[in-house]
Nanobody, 124 residues
Framework: QVQLEESGGGSVQAGGSLRLSCASS????????MGWFRQAPGKEREGVAA???????SYAYSVKGRFTISKDNAKNTLYLQINSLKAEDTGMYYC??????????????????WGQGTQVTVSS
């Protein structure tokens, strides 16, 4: 099993920055596809960023240029750097990891291991 634990969330003013971390333990592997998701009140969970085993990244259009996903395989840690926070970024942020060959949000959502989430609240 893979265990994931998110940290780094908090309450921040619009325009501020946060760095979210996702620490992995258990049966970790560099071959995992990993991603960040978020869920705002009344909305479905949406993928915001993903990174595959080769380090290739993808982002939701709404966060391009503001969010950066990265990972440190040696430390078994996934990161999400969030800049220029907006009120609409408010939500619970989850990281997920999946052993899938097609690294995309639906595949991660269906087959992934999940953390418990970390809350991001942005005030205007």
């Amino acid at each position: 099993q893979v265990q994931l634990e998110e940290s780094g969330g908090g309450s921040v003013q619009a325009g501020g920055s946060l760095r979210l971390s996702c620490a992995s333990s258990g049966s970790t592997s560099s071959s995992y596809c990993m991603g960040w998701f978020r869920q705002a009140p009344g909305k479905e969970r949406e993928g915001v960023a993903a990174i595959d085993y080769g380090g290739r990244t993808s982002y939701a259009y709404s966060v391009k240029g503001r969010f950066t996903i990265s990972k440190d395989n040696a430390k078994n840690t996934l990161y999400l750097q969030i800049n220029s926070l907006k009120a609409e970024d408010t939500g619970m942020y989850y990281c997920a990891s999946a052993l899938v060959t097609a690294c995309n949000w639906p595949q991660i959502f269906e087959h992934g291991y999940w953390g418990q989430g970390t809350q991001v609240t942005v005030s205007s």
